[in-house]
């Protein structure tokens, strides 16, 4: 999509560590009973953890998902090959990993397949991440060999549930509850003091673009996964823990109200300038400055986004 231009507010999300739950169909998790056979080499088709970074130290080898690795001796899974760590469960305490399987293996924050995570695609062999070293709790063996987890369960008639968030600065991406989103993007693009007509506009106006890149996902990292938007400019400024109060009660306000064109959850772009924002000519774009203004002139949200937005609906 082309970059939204002369934005209110520019300020990157802050580098929160804040969790999201990688969602995918994926394989049935090994039982410790099948763990038996790990023999800490690293072989074809196994996915590998070692106990220090660069691929050094003990190995621990799997061929299946783990959610649980446990902390304590002897029900925990340890790393088993010679060298540094040999003996030690592995929960919290791998800095890097080998995939040598034929899937993309997911190693997550905490137990359960949930919280933050890091992706590695058949062949990769890597550090974790800042986030990730020495803080792993669980791994899954993703249903494919491409990202998974990018499909939406939203369509032109219902919400999307959640929303992928590409976290720049942190290079990882986030699932996020999308009003959880909507809400804490929404006072980094429209200021909070302002009426609440203009805050409602801008409600519909965030959830519309977010929604629209929901249902037409076709961004990915640098590493391959899947992501709707960018936490920047580049899409929208979401910023965890933002929400305000007036902000969030603007967004329940209109959560019960779509914006459709032809029947279909159209891209509602938006920009500061009263004078001149992306391409008018096509009813596209508001100004969130010219929000502000008519709100103040006793418009209610519902004219303001029509008088920006041709051939719109409101509606349930």
């Not at 074809?44 to 690795?69: A, L």
Request: charged letters at 15%; one cysteine or more; hydrophobic letters at 35%.
């Amino acid at each position: 999509m082309s970059v939204r231009t002369v934005r209110l507010l520019s300020r990157l999300a802050a580098a929160t560590a804040a969790m999201a739950v990688g969602g995918a169909v994926l394989t049935t998790a090994a039982s410790p009973a099948s763990a038996a056979s790990r023999d800490g080499v690293c072989d074809t088709g196994e996915f590998c953890y070692y106990f220090n970074s660069n691929h050094q130290g003990s190995v621990s080898d799997f061929t299946g998902s783990i959610p649980d690795y446990s902390t304590t001796q002897p029900t925990c899974y340890d790393f088993k090959g010679a060298g540094a760590g040999k003996g030690t469960c592995i929960k919290n305490s791998a800095a890097s990993a080998w995939n040598r399987s034929g899937k993309t293996v997911r190693v997550y924050f905490n137990t359960g397949y949930a919280g933050s995570y890091q992706d590695f695609a058949p062949g990769a062999k890597a550090n974790l991440n800042a986030t990730l070293k020495n803080q792993n709790a669980s791994h899954q063996f993703l249903s494919s060999t491409s990202p998974a987890g990018c499909k939406t369960d939203g369509t032109d008639t219902k919400l999307p549930t959640t929303i992928l968030v590409y976290r720049t600065s942190l290079d990882r991406v986030e699932r996020v509850d999308f009003k959880t989103y909507v809400k804490n993007v929404l006072p980094n693009e429209w200021v909070s003091s302002w009426p609440a007509e203009s805050l409602k506009a801008g409600a519909l106006a965030v959830k519309n673009f977010g929604w629209y890149w929901a249902l037409h996902s076709n961004r990915r990292t640098p590493s391959g996964e899947c992501f709707d938007v960018y936490d920047h400019t580049s899409s929208q400024v979401y910023q965890p823990g933002s929400a305000k109060a007036t902000t969030s009660a603007a967004v329940d306000a209109t959560w019960g109200t779509r914006l459709t064109r032809s029947g279909k959850i159209f891209r509602a772009q938006y920009c500061s300038t009263t004078t001149a924002c992306g391409n008018w000519v096509d009813g596209d774009w508001m100004s969130q400055y010219g929000s502000r203004d008519k709100a103040n002139a006793g418009w209610s949200y519902s004219r303001i986004l029509q008088h920006y937005y041709t051939g719109i609906t409101l509606g349930s």
